[in-house]
């Protein structure tokens, strides 16, 4: 927390480190000291705010930081600048021509010097997946569609719980619950091929992968009676449900798996959960039971993969046994103390591009402004004991430049936390020691994990804040999303001011003119595509 830091936090960060210097931790060990830090932020004035509507301290500022902040990094473009731009960012390519796919926009970004619109609403969704499909030779684009979440008011602080008319718009929404599937192979001309529905009362999705193969995995509660949920701003618990899209024109269902007690028919495996046994003094702080999503699975089924990885909310990170993909098994989880569960998504993402080394790297995310909820933190996770995932280190909390007119992040209007690391499936090799985040309002953080004990932080962008102070949400996530081409050495960082294009030297000197992409992220990915 830098120099407020709470002494208990130092003491038990000191621990983490004093751990860690020898050895490798104990799984006891690391959650024991990890714990200890958390419960020592749960115990500080900042996190006894009771709603998700601003709570400033005394300390926090009273105006939106309009400033840019940037340390070891530099901004090669701007694109759309001063438009809210946050969303999900994936990459295809024909020929030397590279396109960013957003917020149903494709972006020619082949020339660095020169960026430019391409195909302005070319497609329908934000939460996206592309990918080519080398038995039908088309480059594929699922995008999602969900009902709307119950979120909060000023009247109904606590969502749901405060106001069960809240959940009226998801009850009463007649648009799609599911995914799109579009051929995008001629991105100036993406052509819609079907529209496939989870089930018409359920959650629709949220975060889905697709990897070109014959399945595609999607974050889901396919109907209403996965009513377990305990976050105040969501109706149902999501699973993974497998789809078969051997024929995008016509996708079917596989299987569905969910954590057994998801499901209102399953109220003894409901009654095992240590979550539904707490008791909540603040129901905007109870945790997210479930799929956030996706379910990630490195290496295509096509091609003989057999594992999923997925974040699972307070549930934490659970290995899956895809064999038989219509009976999918759980192999081991990661299931984080308490406290870590008492607010926000407690395992949100998992970052799999380390698991050539034994590990996978798991992230957070808060969803209350002003610290009303507990710092989470980014976790380093072996996996090598498929049964029993180990967290073994904890990524350095960002702390504000110096030049910042706030001494912790927690003073800076808005949320404060990890969000997304760089996606999974992009062009060339993942580096080995280089990671960046999206942080919210802390801008977008990079980090050499060359050791994965001992995570560090290298560089860091901060753009100026956008929004209006008086509307709120638009001013709460300033960095949202972040993507990584590894072979041009090129982060692209998706802000509510528009997408920055950055290079940092610890990833490598970056290449801006057009390049061909001879090799993608994971095996076999996007194999075909010319």
């Keep these: 927390m830098g120099e407020n830091e709470n002494p208990t936090i130092s003491k038990n960060k000191a621990a983490m480190k004093n751990v860690g210097t020898n050895r490798k931790p104990t799984r006891r060990e690391f959650v024991k000291c990890a714990a200890g830090a958390s419960l020592a932020m749960a115990g500080s004035s900042l996190a006894a705010w009771a709603n998700n509507h601003p709570h400033?301290?005394?300390?926090?500022?009273?105006?939106?930081?309009?400033?840019?902040?940037?340390?070891?990094?530099?901004?090669?473009?701007?694109?759309?600048?001063?438009?809210?731009?946050?969303?999900?960012?994936?990459?295809?390519?024909?020929?030397?021509?590279?396109?960013?796919?957003?917020q149903g926009d494709v972006i020619d970004v082949s020339d660095l010097h020169h960026p430019t619109m391409y195909n302005e609403h070319g497609f329908k969704g934000d939460q996206l997946q592309v990918a080519y499909n080398d038995k039908l030779k088309k480059w594929i684009l699922m995008t999602g569609a969900a009902a709307p979440i119950s979120g909060s008011t000023a009247a109904a602080p606590y969502g749901k719980y405060d106001d069960p008319k809240l959940l009226e718009p998801w009850k009463n929404f007649k648009g799609l619950r599911g995914v799109r599937f579009y051929d995008a192979t001629d991105p100036s001309k993406i052509v819609n091929l079907s529209e496939f529905s989870t089930g018409a009362t359920g959650s629709g999705t949220h975060r889905n992968y697709y990897d070109g193969g014959q399945y595609a995995y999607l974050d889901t509660a396919p109907d209403e009676s996965f009513s377990h949920q305990l976050w105040y701003a969501r109706p149902l618990v999501n699973g993974n449900m497998i789809v078969d899209v051997s024929?995008?024109?016509?996708?079917?269902?596989?299987?569905?798996?969910?954590?057994?007690?998801?499901?209102?028919?399953?109220?003894?495996?409901?009654?095992?959960?240590?979550?539904?046994?707490?008791?909540?003094?603040?129901?905007?702080?109870?945790?997210?039971?479930?799929?956030?999503?996706?379910?990630?699975v490195p290496k295509k089924i096509d091609d003989g993969g057999n594992r999923g990885y997925g974040g699972w909310g307070c549930f934490g990170l659970i290995i899956h046994d895809l064999s038989d993909v219509k009976r999918p098994q759980e192999i081991g989880r990661f299931e984080p103390p308490p406290?870590?569960?008492?607010?926000?998504?407690?395992?949100?993402?998992?970052?799999?591009?380390?698991?050539?080394?034994?590990?996978?790297?798991?992230?957070?995310?808060?969803?209350?402004?002003?610290?009303?909820?507990?710092?989470?933190?980014?976790?380093?996770?072996?996996?090598?004991?498929?049964?029993?995932?180990?967290?073994?280190?904890?990524?350095?909390?960002?702390?504000?430049?110096?030049?910042?007119?706030?001494?912790?992040?927690c003073f800076k209007r808005g949320?404060?936390?990890?969000?997304?690391?760089?996606?999974?499936?992009?062009?060339?090799?993942?580096?080995?020691?280089?990671?960046?985040?999206?942080?919210?309002?802390?801008?977008?953080?990079?980090?050499?994990?060359?050791?994965?004990?001992?995570?560090?932080?290298?560089?860091?962008f901060i753009p100026p804040q956008g929004g209006d102070l008086k509307d709120f949400g638009s001013w709460n996530r300033t960095v949202d999303?972040?993507?990584?081409?590894?072979?041009?050495?090129?982060?692209?960082?998706?802000?509510?001011?528009?997408?920055?294009?950055?290079?940092?030297p610890s990833l490598g000197k970056p290449m801006l003119d057009p390049l061909p992409v001879t090799e993608w992220s994971l095996p076999k990915l996007n194999e075909g595509a010319v």
């Excluded at 300390?59 to 438009?83: C, F, W």
């Excluded at 072996?382 to 073994?392: G, I, K, L, Q």
């Design 247 to 296: 024929d995008p024109a016509n996708p079917k269902e596989v299987s569905m798996w969910w954590v057994p007690g998801s499901r209102k028919s399953e109220e003894s495996e409901y009654q095992k959960w240590q979550w539904s046994r707490l008791k909540y003094e603040h129901m905007d702080q109870t945790p997210f039971v479930g799929l956030h999503g996706p379910v990630y």
């Design 481 to 504: 999303n972040v993507f990584v081409e590894w072979d041009r050495n090129v982060i692209y960082c998706a802000a509510d001011t528009g997408i920055y294009v950055l290079s940092c």
């Design 415 to 460: 949320r404060f936390g990890a969000h997304n690391p760089p996606h999974l499936k992009a062009p060339g090799k993942i580096s080995a020691d280089f990671i960046a985040y999206s942080y919210f309002i802390g801008g977008l953080r990079c980090y050499d994990i060359g050791d994965p004990y001992r995570p560090e932080e290298v560089a860091y």
């Design 339 to 409: 406290q870590y569960g008492a607010g926000g998504v407690a395992f949100h993402t998992i970052w799999c591009g380390m698991l050539d080394r034994g590990f996978v790297i798991a992230n957070g995310e808060t969803t209350n402004p002003d610290c009303n909820q507990i710092y989470l933190p980014i976790w380093v996770i072996d996996v090598r004991d498929e049964t029993r995932p180990t967290p073994v280190a904890q990524f350095p909390r960002p702390v504000p430049p110096k030049q910042a007119p706030y001494r912790d992040f």
């Design 56 to 102: 400033p301290s005394p300390q926090s500022l009273k105006y939106l930081d309009r400033r840019t902040y940037i340390h070891n990094m530099e901004v090669i473009a701007h694109i759309l600048p001063g438009k809210e731009r946050g969303g999900k960012m994936q990459m295809m390519s024909v020929g030397s021509r590279r396109y960013l796919l957003q």
